[in-house]
């Protein structure tokens, strides 16, 4: 592998090398697709992310397999859909069956670090049955979804759960900050204008600074830990997950960037009094939930959203710094740039808050890959508007690693994007799959009568064209975005579309009956043993009725 430590040899190393020396793979939570300016926003700037794209290929349609933090990114560090692998929600273990990002990659000889989010459950049952003893490596990759932590941080430390622990507090009580729980009581708490402090999970808290300046937020120590990995890499070959915690709640963002966007131009809500009318069941649950009811007040839009925009702002200024100093180490033209989001926000769109459930605004998030290599720059500044998937990633950087362009697809359902990045070529995909479980939700009160929470679920497939969602409790939508592109009228009971969405239904049961549950079996193990004669040469010659027939067959001849 070249060396990269000069600009001549990170040339030599994009015109000599097929494969990729690393990976540096940034996801946001909760970002949405449209919150950023490369994406249309009208007030949001975000330079650094922009010029990301500009240097690669902005995929405008890329959809994630869950609709929440733990099914979503499962996806991800699978490359397999919700209904295969299982985890279908926060909390579910990953079953220690699955094989992760980690266990592709090592193989490569690719170190895969983690600095950030995973919201990965480990499976400890399936573990102690096993036997696998705590220390070894098996049992430590087995527990943190295949990754080597650098510095993991789910950024769920409320003032309830113990965290001595936290790397992340350790560091705040190093810089002065006092507490049992400094992620809480100041990183994510603010004073109010009275000197008053307020957590940060309350929504009126939005407007306020943080207690702790820029500097030691959240975003910024989880920055400055990548750029620590990646120094103290050296020349060795390594995939780094960086994984934001903002913009997810609670929103709070410390000072400037909690009134950059205060007197911004706020988009108006994606709504319609329509939809209030002849409500599907599970939607009237969730606009009557408690984050429903809080995000659909004009007023509380107005305190969250400025918030929300300012933290994006931060993670872009923050990746300014990140993107610097992998050019100053000389790792820009050999590294691997992706930038993606778990799912989206609500914010108040379709009487919402929060995620959960099927729309643009939750499903479709932003995705940008920069391949270092000459064979991309054909396409460095696109816009794609084919449909991709979460799932097409791990494929995607088992090729570029130098991995086998197809691995067994009992293991990776997605498709590898090289063809995009090289040739702006077609996919196999005409449609998307993503999926909702919101039977762990609250909001499962207001469904009376229903039985829960197996039967709440829903299954959306997405064409260019057409929405369908197959739902378990009420009726099934059908969304024409083409000419209704906000989602704001369901056709799903409409006798013109009968066609359509039998047509869609009847695609949504066949990529059902064709997801992979064997993963101990491939087709390369069924494409040997049903080759003519496979049997006989093992000595079970069923059927044959004399010698010739027998001796035709071990030679692979069929009668």
Not at 11 to 18: D, G, I, L
Not at 184 to 201: F, Q, R, Y
């Amino acid at each position: 592998m070249a060396e990269t430590s000069t600009d001549c040899d990170t040339e030599t190393f994009r015109e000599n090398n097929k494969v990729v020396k690393n990976i540096l793979f940034i996801m946001c939570d909760q970002l949405r697709w449209d919150a950023m300016s490369c994406s249309g926003h009208p007030s949001l700037e975000t330079p650094h992310i922009d010029a990301l794209a500009d240097r690669g290929v902005r995929f405008n349609r890329a959809f994630v397999q869950g609709a929440v933090c733990g099914s979503s990114r499962m996806s991800f560090y699978t490359g397999r859909y919700v209904q295969t692998h299982g985890a279908r929600w926060n909390q579910v273990p990953l079953a220690i069956n699955q094989v992760t990002m980690g266990d592709h990659l090592r193989k490569l000889g690719v170190r895969t670090a983690l600095v950030g989010k995973t919201h990965m459950r480990a499976d400890l049952e399936g573990m102690a049955r096993l036997g696998l003893g705590e220390g070894s490596d098996e049992e430590f990759f087995l527990r943190e979804c295949g990754f080597e932590v650098v510095e993991r941080d789910d950024g769920l430390h409320p003032e309830t759960r113990g965290s001595s622990e936290l790397a992340y507090n350790q560091f705040l009580w190093e810089k002065g900050f006092t507490g049992k729980n400094p992620w809480h009581s100041a990183a994510n708490s603010v004073l109010d204008e009275n000197g008053n402090t307020i957590s940060g999970w309350l929504l009126r808290a939005a407007p306020y600074a943080s207690k702790v300046p820029e500097s030691v937020s959240e975003t910024a120590y989880m920055t400055d830990r990548a750029i620590d990995f990646i120094q103290s890499a050296g020349e060795e070959r390594w995939c780094l997950h960086l994984s934001f915690i903002k913009p997810h709640w609670p929103y709070v963002a410390p000072a400037p960037y909690n009134d950059i966007y205060r007197d911004a131009e706020i988009p108006p809500p994606n709504r319609s009094s329509e939809e209030l009318a002849d409500q599907h069941p599970v939607l009237h649950a969730m606009r009557h939930s408690r984050i429903g009811r809080a995000m659909s007040r004009p007023d509380a839009r107005r305190l969250v959203i400025p918030t929300y925009l300012g933290l994006v702002k931060q993670i872009d200024t923050n990746l300014g710094r990140l993107f610097g100093k992998l050019k100053e180490l000389g790792r820009e033209k050999d590294t691997m740039i992706v930038f993606t989001s778990d799912h989206g926000d609500y914010l108040g769109d379709h009487w919402m808050g929060e995620k959960d459930w099927l729309n643009e605004e939750i499903v479709r998030v932003p995705m940008i890959i920069v391949d270092p290599r000459n064979a991309a720059d054909k396409t460095r500044g696109t816009v794609t508007n084919k449909l991709v998937e979460a799932i097409d990633l791990l494929p995607t950087f088992v090729e570029s690693l130098g991995g086998a362009s197809k691995e067994p697809e009992q293991w990776l359902e997605g498709e590898s994007l090289i063809p995009i990045l090289h040739h702006d070529a077609s996919t196999k995909r005409s449609s998307v799959i993503s999926e909702a479980d919101w039977g762990f939700l609250e909001m499962t009160k207001y469904l009376s009568g229903v039985q829960v929470p197996r039967a709440a679920r829903a299954t959306m497939i997405r064409n260019d064209r057409y929405k369908y969602i197959l739902s378990e409790v009420g009726s099934n939508l059908l969304y024409d975005l083409d000419e209704d592109p906000n989602e704001l009228c369901d056709r799903g009971d409409d006798l013109s579309m009968r066609t359509i969405r039998n047509d869609l239904h009847e695609e949504l049961f066949e990529w059902f009956r064709h997801r992979r549950h064997d993963s101990t079996n491939n087709d390369l193990f069924m494409q040997m043993t049903s080759a003519p004669g496979s049997a006989a040469r093992q000595g079970i010659p069923i059927g044959y009725w004399d010698e010739q027939e027998l001796e035709a067959g071990l030679q692979g001849k069929l009668y």
